[in-house]
């Protein structure tokens, strides 16, 4: 009891919005790389674009999937038992009206980069934020679970896919797909409570000394956070009881803990006040619609 009226305390601060600067409402994420060949497509008809000279190159029939393969310096389709090089060695599929792409067996929003990066493909999932992180939420964090950890999960995500822009840049993107940086599911994974998570918590983001912080979190630490992390540690980083002894620890202990912001959703806290506990010192901020 001690320790959950020091919570309440601590969570009677105020919280404070900031306008900022939103550096790029745009995200590229790493679906595949360095593959031997990509399978891809659309529920709509589309167009392959030559990223270079913004021509069709090959246009995509709705529902039917294309294989690609590098050829030399540019990339090959296969069609009717044949490859037929597109003249290119970079190239966007995009929807011709408002739908779907897809690689990987699922649909994501946005459109699809394709390039042959040294004879072999990556691909890439070119999508805005918000639409983002509507396939990440339900990849960290079952939809099932209480809607405050929910939101609280949408601004977490939001806030270290901005301060994490270009962190795999060496592959010609900005983040992975996976929880090297953050699973992503793409549309495939979405849910209506998590969407809604996410719309209500719009352009929120976590901010330390005027910055988006990298809001690390993790499934479950068996008692107490830790303060740093791969050796380095952040001033909005601290160790607090993680209020999931009942899950062991599972991941890195830095940050956020999902079981705990759930415990605690289910106690009656929000997702600022949750937020607040496991991050030290932040602020709100809501990123700039006319930046």
Request: glycine share 10%; with cysteine; aromatic share 10%.
């Amino acid at each position: 009891m001690k320790v959950m009226k020091k919570i309440v305390v601590f969570l009677s601060v105020l919280i404070i919005n900031l306008i900022i600067s939103n550096p790029s409402y745009a995200i590229k994420i790493g679906l595949l790389t360095q593959v031997d060949q990509a399978g891809i497509g659309t529920n709509v008809d589309g167009r392959m674009i030559d990223v270079n000279t913004n021509k069709t190159v090959c246009t995509a029939t709705a529902m039917k999937g294309y294989t690609l393969v590098p050829y030399k310096n540019e990339i090959a389709i296969y069609s009717g038992g044949h490859y037929y090089g597109l003249g290119t060695g970079s190239i966007v599929l995009r929807p011709d009206t408002e739908g779907y792409v897809s690689t990987k067996g699922k649909w994501y929003r946005g459109k699809l980069m394709v390039k042959n990066d040294n004879g072999k493909l990556t691909v890439i999932n070119d999508i805005d934020l918000e639409s983002y992180i509507k396939g990440v939420v339900p990849s960290e964090m079952p939809p099932s679970w209480e809607y405050e950890a929910l939101k609280a999960q949408a601004i977490a995500a939001r806030s270290f896919a901005l301060a994490n822009l270009g962190k795999q840049a060496k592959y010609g993107y900005d983040l992975k797909d996976n929880t090297e940086d953050q699973a992503y599911g793409g549309a495939s994974s979405e849910t209506n409570i998590t969407n809604k998570a996410v719309e209500e918590t719009h352009g929120l983001v976590l901010t330390y000394d005027m910055k988006i912080i990298s809001a690390y979190y993790f499934a479950s630490a068996g008692g107490m956070t830790n303060t740093s992390i791969w050796g380095g540690s952040a001033p909005y980083l601290r160790s607090v009881p993680s209020f999931d002894d009942e899950v062991g620890k599972k991941g890195h202990g830095v940050g956020m803990s999902q079981h705990g912001a759930n415990n605690l959703a289910k106690q009656g806290y929000n997702a600022y006040q949750i937020l607040q506990y496991f991050y030290q010192n932040v602020k709100f901020a809501k990123l700039n619609q006319d930046s």
